[in-house]
């Protein structure tokens, strides 16, 4: 690996070495290393891009990292990676990806990520997503999620994108059965004139399940975002969505909320602001000595944690 | 030393059925607060005292008059140059952040360049009836209740440890064990440091602990002098008081 991929490497993963546990590492369209244990096993897809990943039940304290990265100009990839889990775990999955390009022809990478979480599991899924280099050439990433979880299974995932991705649409949908429970935590940053799109579509099928989905995002320059979610209420359960926006300069947000209630006990709330940084908070961090750029800085920083 | 020379304040206000569209909030206030003070500033309630709090700090710029610190004009100068020379400004409404924990609030007050340790920040909230372990990881957020929010705030400033500190109402919302604590703290900066407080306070017991006292009213310094001088007048209740009318 050059000094680039494990640059990207490091954004996305947080690794400066080979990482504990399982995992796969894809660079430049192949997967270029592996490792497995005993309970968690990779495998080659046989008839497209991508791996299956399967998880024996009762498997607990493990990880898996699942990192991709791209550095040469003008790739195009369409990656499937399933994750099967068994009953009963408790596991942690970090994927993420990194583009480099720093020539003028366009890089992307588009993936899907479908979960397949057995009862009682807890899964804690994170990815990152990273672009650098001073090409013409976009860096693009399109990620979809497909999540079903099973009964009282818990899923967290926490997505973060906050450098140099030009364009991305991302699209998660879940299903959850009964008891189970997912919560969601976006951070977005474009600048630029980076356009985002994150959309969420979710069905609370069984009773007692519950969602809880907050997205915080800063638009900076002249980029745009838009958030659409989507929560269905199909039994007795909760659901609750969140946008929570900075904008900036001359940056647009759109909130699209969505919640159907078609049972008398599902409980749906949706809260969505959007505005620019209260003047007030500069004021304060000034009057502590900062400057106006540091004050500013400091917030969205802060806001994006 | 802070100098106030014919300070005014006024915003146009265009709602005013008056025939004057502006409205004048500070008239022409002299002041002069000396190193090593505690000056208690008290007044009825929209008198002017935040506006010149605000003045002093440079969250307001005055009409016209000039303030002067330590022997420079600092009347042209940014909040953040003020904050620079050793002003500090703990805020009647203390601002809410979302993803600013206590001890980022507090490690900034007391100044990038020194490294704060856990155990410094914790100090800070234990001056102001705050269990630090239950705050220090806490955001600043609309999850703190306002009594709270409001010891935080002046825990930033005690951090932050300056020549001059104003304290806009800090007793505002805060209890009644914290408030003897609070007392003490004011007491023990004063005495401690050679550094210059300035409280806007409707309590007698701080009034009670400054070495002097400023009545504002009506964007006017209507009175000033030693407890002694000052105290008797204002408790003789608002109905009779001159202050107050
Ligand atoms: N920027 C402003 N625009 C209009 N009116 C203001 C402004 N700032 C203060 N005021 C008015 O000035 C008066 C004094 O306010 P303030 O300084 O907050 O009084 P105090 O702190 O003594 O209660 C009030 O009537 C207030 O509404
Ligand atoms: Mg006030």
Redesign the pocket.
């Known amino acids: 690996m050059d000094e680039i991929q494990k640059n990207l490497l490091e954004q996305v993963a947080g690794l400066h070495e080979i990482p504990a546990g399982a995992y796969n590492i894809r660079a430049n369209g192949a997967s270029i290393e592996r490792n497995t244990t005993a309970n968690i096993d990779i495998v080659t897809k046989p008839d497209k891009q991508g791996i299956d990943i399967l998880i024996r039940p009762g498997t607990k304290k493990e990880s898996v990292h699942i990192p991709v990265i791209l550095s040469q100009s003008g790739l195009t990839e369409m990656v499937y990676n399933d994750f099967h889990i068994g009953d009963d775990c408790d596991v942690t999955i970090i994927a993420g990806c990194g583009i480099h390009n720093s020539g003028d022809s366009e890089s992307r990478h588009d993936g899907i990520h479908t979960f397949y979480v057995g009862q009682n599991s807890h899964v804690k899924y994170v990815e990152k997503h990273y672009g650098s280099g001073d090409g013409k050439g976009e860096r693009i990433m399109n990620p979809k999620t497909v999540v079903e979880l099973g009964p009282n299974s818990f899923m967290e995932m926490e997505t973060v994108q906050i450098r140099g991705v030009d364009s991305t649409v991302r699209s998660t949908a879940a299903t959850l059965e009964e008891g189970a429970k997912l919560v969601i935590t976006e951070r977005l940053m474009t600048h630029g004139s980076q356009y985002a799109e994150s959309s969420f579509r979710v069905d609370l099928n069984g009773a007692d399940s519950s969602a809880n989905l907050i997205s915080r995002a800063v638009a900076k320059d002249d980029s745009k975002q838009l958030f659409l979610a989507v929560i269905n209420g199909n039994q007795r359960c909760a659901g609750h969505s969140e946008c929570d926006a900075i904008i900036m300069d001359r940056a647009k947000i759109s909130a699209v909320p969505e919640i159907t209630a078609n049972h008398l006990d599902a409980a749906l709330i949706h809260e969505a602001a959007i505005g620019k940084i209260a003047g007030e908070q500069i004021t304060k961090l000034m009057t502590l000595g900062l400057t106006e750029a540091e004050a500013e800085a400091q917030i969205v920083n802060g806001f994006l944690k | 030393m802070l100098e106030l020379q014919n300070l005014s304040f006024q ?1 146009s ?1 265009e709602d005013a059925e008056s025939r004057e569209n502006f ?1 004048e ?1 500070i008239k022409d206030i002299n002041l002069t607060l000396h190193d090593h003070t505690f000056t208690a500033i008290t ?1 009825p ?8 709090a605000k003045l002093i700090m440079g969250i ?1 710029r005055p009409t016209s008059g000039r303030i002067v610190w330590n022997g420079t004009d600092i009347t042209e100068m940014s909040i953040t140059e003020r904050a620079n020379l050793g002003i500090s400004f703990a805020f ?1 409404q203390p601002v809410r952040f979302k993803g600013i924990k206590v001890k980022d609030l507090i490690t900034l007050s007391a100044g990038t360049d020194k490294k704060l340790s856990a155990g410094e920040a914790c100090e800070y909230l234990s001056k102001v009836g705050l269990c630090a372990r239950d705050y220090i990881n806490r955001d600043v957020d609309a999850s703190l209740s306002g009594g709270e929010l409001k010891r935080i705030e002046i825990a930033t400033i005690i951090a932050r440890n300056t020549p001059l500190s104003v304290f806009d109402e800090p007793e505002a919302g805060i209890d009644l064990w914290s408030f003897n604590n609070l007392i003490k703290v004011f007491e023990e900066l004063h005495e401690t440091s050679s550094n210059s407080l300035v409280i ?1 306070s409707h309590q007698e017991r701080i009034l009670n602990i400054a070495d002097e006292i400023v009545v ?1 009213a009506n964007g006017s310094v209507k009175a000033r002098g030693t407890k002694a001088e000052i105290l008797p007048e204002l408790l003789e209740g608002t109905g009779s008081c001159k202050f107050y009318q």
Not at chain 2, 45 to 52: E, H, I
């Open positions: 915003v206000d409205k909030i007044g309630n929209g008198g002017g005292k935040s506006t010149l307001e009647q806007i504002i």
